[in-house]
């Protein structure tokens, strides 16, 4: 990076400048690096013969959320969606309602992991049993 800070005459007109350069070799190789981690990653997530879903709750309600195919498969839901967090419509009622009791105990520190058997539901009615397993 450069910074250019001229100095001016009596006229206002530039009689000289001095540039400061500063040496930002590092952090591109830690960008170059965290970008090849990420690509590693994906290449593992997707590539599982399992289905997964990972979800990131931030304290400001919003969400970052990713699904493996496997799930889109058994859920009969689009990739787009999923990834979008929006995965609340996959779930039968039923186990949404535990879920969300299990989910509310981890986020305040009464256990550290869950896992229970529930449903998905499909979009053609079809219910699909899974396990899901969660913990920070």
Known sequence: ?????????EDGQPRQHAAVSTDITGRKQAEETRQADAAHFK?????????????????????????????CKYAGSHASRTAAGDNRHLSH???SARQDEFRREVEAGRRDEYSMEKR?????????????????
Do not use: Q
């Not at 990076?1 to 005459?9: A, D, E, G, H, Q």
């Not at 053609?124 to 920070?136: A, E, H």
């Open 93 to 95: 009622p039923e186990d």
């Open 43 to 71: 290449l593992i997530f997707e590539s599982l013969p399992v289905g997964v879903a990972w979800a990131v709750n931030h304290p400001d309600g919003g969400s970052r959320a990713s699904s493996t195919m496997l799930i």
């Open 120 to 136: 998905y539901v499909r979009p053609d009615g079809k219910v699909v049993w899974v396990v899901f397993p969660c913990g920070d």
């Open 1 to 9: 990076m450069k910074t250019i800070v001229p100095s001016l005459n």
